[in-house]
Each structure stands twice: as structure tokens, then as C-alpha cells.
């Protein structure tokens, strides 16, 4: 028999060796350069181009893998950060994690591993309840946004070729009535991968406004210009212009066309816990499935996606997995019939904790400091000489114009400056630098601080 080595203290040793290390890496956020001092190959030279023929001590391994690794990593959780849009770390948040990798339960089943299950279903009902989603609506918790968008879609792909009177568990889609799938022209491309994956291909585009919304007319006559089974994807928070589409006007013509309404939300649904930003997702409890992102407003760790659906038996319909070892559930709904996994990490329990710590206050507060300090960012840019705020700023995402510069050299100059972290991107034919504000923890002093390196960036 095979008997790994024991000590007395097996796991107190590595775990004290982490702790220290992460407290060591999250609280010098501050001081630590934003991108990368180290490539890839340069890493694998640190880490070790070998599998060891032997192997080493637990603590020896994990001091020497962050030792190597930490050169390479970007400080995404820096309050600077403004890339892409990446969430922060909730303290709270981060200890479950660890916690659920301690426990180590494979949750797929709620009556196998009630412990974190019931974390998980509370975690899920309060998002809803949060973002004022149907009190019918069962929530499931997947990897990211782009699973949470394929599983929602598989969903809707399943209710709509059922009212067509064609079982696509059963059938697949080779033959089945064609679904015609219609999105803004702004979506995420997450979504297209969820299509293609689904065998649906590629969405039509409708029309967007300024803002990159929806023009519900657009849409209307897009619907109109068909017929069948039909699939809706609006978007909450547009990644440029922070914007969500009109779903009031534009859920109503898709009902009223036979249309399911799928809403890809990833950060933008997050408008909807803040009674003084709720206004700009009005209409979206009146979709069919929503995805959101637990690790972007919320500053959850990753991994942390979530899929909601008003009508869970569709959910079920397209996720479902038993046999006679995997026993369903007698009451409930299993997390295997929420998503794609079978096998998963209680991945909703860190969420549980950031929603414990926060409460429904907070979560407001965070969401309404987001979109202050973008506000600010704004404000600040604004009066920069040249430069040009495209976009609102109604949320979380703003979009500069640098008249008659190359905004990919800002960008570059940004990083190499390193005091802070935005994106050249293309947004409604013009080179933009994008900020993203997605962390807890930036604040006046940091908003002040990436002003004043956009400032001596352009000054050069
Ligand atoms: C980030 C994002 C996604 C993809 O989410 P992941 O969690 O990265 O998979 C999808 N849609 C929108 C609008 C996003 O911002």
C-alpha cells in the first residue's frame, strides 16, 4: 500500500507558509508594480523546466513556487488597476475559498454535502433577491460569466424548441426547427462562444445607440423579419459605455414575439442592488435567465459566475444528470442540475461570505463607490487638454479620446509608468483608453494618483 509521509503537522506547516505568503502579496498591493517585472519562459526557467525525479518537502515547495511565480504576476487587486474588468479581494471572501479547498467537498449533490450546498442556495437566492430577479428563480454557480451565458443559453434553447414541439435532450438540433438568435451589436463575445458551442452560430446583430444600448424598434423589426423559435440576448453594462440596454421596451417586443430573453449581466446586473443606480437596468426582472460575475463588482475570488432562470424546470431540462450511483435530490433542486459540473468545488460559499460581511447596505455601497470614483475618473480626464470622455459614465466604465495621439502608445506609456493601469481599446470606430472600475479598494487617493499618471504620460 502506498502511504504518503506524514508528519505531525501535515497541513499546519504549508497552510501557515500560504497564509504568510498571500498576507505578504495583498498587503503589499501599494507599493507593487502593476505589470509584470517577468515573461513566461523566464518563469518556467524559475519554477523549472523538469519534473523532478524526486520529490520535496510541502513548505519547500510552496515558498519556492511563489518565489518563482510572484515575479509574474500582474497586481490585478491593485486599487490602480483599471484593465479589463477585474474585481478585487473581499477578505471574507478569499478565507471561505480557502476554506472550501480545505473541506474539499465534491458539492454536486444537496443532500450528499449539505454543508456547503445550503451556503451556496443561500448565496444564490440572495444574488436574486439583491438584483431583484423573480422569486421563482433558481441560481447556479459556474466557473465565469461566458459558463453561466452557455448554460443560461442551453436553457433557452431547450424552452424554445420545446414550445416548437421538438425535444432537443432527445433529438439534438439536427433537424429541429431553426432558432433564430438576435443580439445587440454590442454584445459580449462570450456569447458567441456559448452559440457556437450550442450549435446555434452566430447571433444577428440589432442596432445599438450611442450609448451601445438597444434600439428596441431595431429589434422589433428584426423579429418581425422571421419567424419560429426565437432567443433574445440583451446585455446589462455595456464593457465600454457601462450602459445597459432598454429591457422594458425591448423585453416586452421579444415576448410579445415568442422570444426567450436572455440577459448577460456580468457586471453591469450589479446596478440593480443600488437603489440609487437601479434605475438603469429597470425592466431586467422581466427576462427569462441572467448571468452575472460574483468575481467582478462583487470582488469575489475567482472562480465565481452565476446563471439564474425564472423557470427552473428549463434549467434542469438542459443540465440535468442522474444515475442509479448519483441520486437525485428528494427536494431541491442538486447544484448538477444548475450548471455544467459534475465533479465542483462549493464554489458559491466564498460569494456566501462576501454577501455576510457586506450585507445589503454595503453591497449598495460598493456598487455606488464603483461608480463614483469612475465618475471622478471621468471628471478628472475631462479636463486634461486633448482629451475627450466618449462615453456617460452612467456605471462603472469610461472611455477616453486622445485627439490626434496614439492611444496604444498612452496605454504602453501608462504601463511602463506603472503608478496605474487602463486599456487601449476600439469602441464605436475610435481608439480609446478604457477604464474599468471594479475594485473595492480604490479610493480618492487612487483615483488622484492614475489621473496624475494619465497626466505625466501625456505630458512626455
Ligand atoms: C467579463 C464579461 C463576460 C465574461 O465573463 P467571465 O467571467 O470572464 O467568463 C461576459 N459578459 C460581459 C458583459 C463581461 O463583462
Known sequence: MVRVPQSDDEFGAPLAAAARISG??????????????????????????????????????????????????????????????????????LAADWLVSAWDQNSALRE??????????????????????PATTVAGFTTGATTANLVALAAARHAVLERAGWDDAELGIQGAPPVRVIAGDEHHPSVD?????????????????????????????????????????????????????????????????????????????????SPALRHLVAGVELADSWTTDAHKTLNVPYDAGVVAVAEPAHLVAAMTMHAAYLPAASTGVDANDRVLELSRRARGVPTYAALCTLGRDGVARLVDGLVEAAQAIAAGLRVMPGVEVL????????????????????????????????HHSRWRDRDVLRFSVSNRSTDAAAVEAALAAVHRVLGA
Open 391 to 422: 462615453n456617460e459614465v452612467c456605471f462603472t466604465q469610461v472611455c477616453a479620446a486622445f485627439d490626434g495621439r496614439d492611444v496604444a502608445e498612452i496605454a504602453r506609456a501608462l504601463d511602463a509608468d506603472g503608478a496605474a493601469l487602463a
Open 112 to 133: 450528499v454535502t449539505p454543508g456547503v450546498n445550503a451556503a451556496e442556495e443561500l448565496a444564490g437566492e440572495w444574488i436574486c433577491e439583491l438584483l431583484g430577479l
Open 24 to 93: 505578504a502579496w495583498l498587503e503589499g498591493m501599494p507599493s507593487r508594480p502593476i505589470v509584470p517585472v517577468t515573461g513566461i519562459e523566464a518563469v518556467k526557467d524559475r519554477l523549472g523546466r523538469e519534473l523532478p525525479r524526486t520529490g520535496s518537502d510541502a513548505v519547500d515547495v510552496v515558498e519556492a513556487l511563489a518565489r518563482a511565480v510572484e515575479p509574474g504576476l500582474m497586481a490585478m487587486q491593485s486599487a490602480r488597476f483599471f484593465g479589463w474588468v477585474i474585481g478585487g479581494t473581499a477578505p471574507a471572501a
Open 193 to 273: 462562444v456559448a452559440l457556437r458551442v450550442l450549435g446555434l452560430g452566430r447571433p444577428r446583430d440589432v442596432a445599438s445607440d450611442a450609448e451601445g444600448r438597444v434600439v428596441p424598434a431595431a429589434l422589433e423589426a428584426a423579429l418581425a423579419d422571421g419567424e419560429g423559435p426565437a432567443i433574445v440576448c440583451l446585455q446589462a453594462g455595456n464593457i465600454h459605455s457601462g450602459a445597459s440596454d432598454p429591457f422594458e421596451a425591448c423585453v416586452a417586443v421579444a415576448h410579445a414575439a415568442g422570444a426567450w430573453v436572455h440577459v448577460d449581466g456580468a457586471f453591469g446586473l450589479w446596478a440593480a442592488a
